[in-house]
């Protein structure tokens, strides 16, 4: 309370702020990303070039912050970093982009907001857990959980009316931009998505090891992202040869690759440090939404993704879900310090 009483004015929103630019960032690369694979870009060249810039930005805040601790780097850390790229980069950011080109970005960025309750429902499955149903905050954890996923499968089975939101000139650009776009398959993005999201949540409980093993945050990070462009580029390599695939020129995908490479990989990182270092772990979820409002706006009036009833009222379900488990979680949590404290006293 000392602290937060001692805070100016602006020190109080930098956390906020930091989050908003997060999931701006986030919403940035998932229309880019779209547009690219849309353009025809292959999506392994992509997730590889994009990792090996992360790792190079991230590089020279690696050695600021933790010099000296690439030496302490040996067999087991190396091989918990490499598992840690696979499963945290390689396979769901793959699964995702894949996800992405079958649907829209505004329908792709939805699914990260189901990663907190993936993680939770992979933690009772691993026992991490428990599941406690007699109190509520396990009670509301549980509703939360299947209030989420019955935001997804409304998503997904039910469309309804579409929301025409723009004048005729927008619309009729958007004719175009759909003219040319390379054909969707819903179920099977879904699917892809929906699997990303689940390992992703594998990655959060992966963390916890990998950091005993390797405790210093920027070189991990910074090994994550080289190994994990190590890996996309090798499967890419063995799916696609030809040199014209992995050729780039001053044009979108470069701009693309620099962007989520600095913003949504190395900014995302730091700015999410910075707001759990504040404002403690349970933070950064709040603002999910965000990312989902900026990239459906966006989407609809940039690319022409389709805002229909049963989109607005999946992404209602699947937001309150999501914010009812993390208040929950929140409620489980202080219960937890009351009664270390308690034990303590």
């Known amino acids: 309370m000392e602290e937060e009483k001692k805070e100016g004015p602006l020190e109080r929103w930098k956390p906020a702020v930091s ?59 190396l091989i918990w970093i490499t598992f840690n790229a696979f499963i945290g980069y390689a ?24 990663i907190p309750v993936a993680t939770y429902i992979l ?24 209030t989420c996923f019955g935001g997804t499968i409304l998503l997904s089975l039910y ?40 390992t992703y949540a594998c990655w959060y409980l992966l963390q916890s090891k990998v950091l005993k093993v390797y405790p210093y945050k920027c070189w991990s990070s910074m090994m ?6 190590i890996q996309t580029g090798l499967v890419g390599i063995i799916l696609k040869r030809d040199r014209k695939t992995w050729q780039l020129g001053w044009n979108l995908q470069l701009l693309t690759i620099l962007y989520t490479g600095a913003f949504a990989t ?20 709040m603002f999910n939404a965000l990312s989902v409002v900026f990239t459906t706006i966006l989407g609809s009036l940039l690319l022409g993704d389709a805002i229909t009833i049963g989109s607005i009222l999946g992404v209602i379900l699947i937001i309150g879900g999501l914010y ?22």
């Open 19 to 77: 989050m908003v630019l997060v999931q701006a960032s986030l919403s940035g690369m998932f229309l880019l990303s779209k547009v690219v694979i849309t353009d025809g870009m292959f999506i392994f060249a992509l997730l590889t070039y994009r990792s090996l810039f992360g790792a190079l930005f991230i590089l020279p805040f690696a050695f600021f912050y933790e010099r000296g601790a690439w030496r302490k780097l040996d067999l087991k850390s």
């Open 91 to 114: 396979v769901p950011m793959s699964l995702c982009f894949y996800g992405l080109q079958d649907t829209t970005s505004s329908y792709a960025i939805i699914f990260v907001n189901l």
């Open 123 to 146: 933690a009772l499955i691993f026992r991490m857990e428990t599941l406690r149903l007699c109190t509520l905050p396990g009670s509301l954890k549980i509703i939360g959980t299947l």
């Open 159 to 198: 469309k309804g009316r579409v929301l025409h939101l723009w004048p005729a000139v927008v619309a009729r650009y958007h004719q175009v931009v759909q003219q040319n776009a390379s054909g969707t398959n819903q179920l099977r993005g879904t699917i892809l998505l929906l699997a990303s999201s689940f």
């Open 224 to 229: 994550t992202c080289l190994f994990g462009g």
């Open 266 to 285: 190395a900014g995302k990182y730091s700015l999410n440090s910075y707001a759990v270092q504040k404002r403690g772990p349970s933070y950064p979820p």
């Open 324 to 345: 009812l488990f993390l208040f929950a979680k929140g409620k489980d949590l202080q219960c937890g310090d009351d009664r270390e404290d308690k034990s303590a006293g």
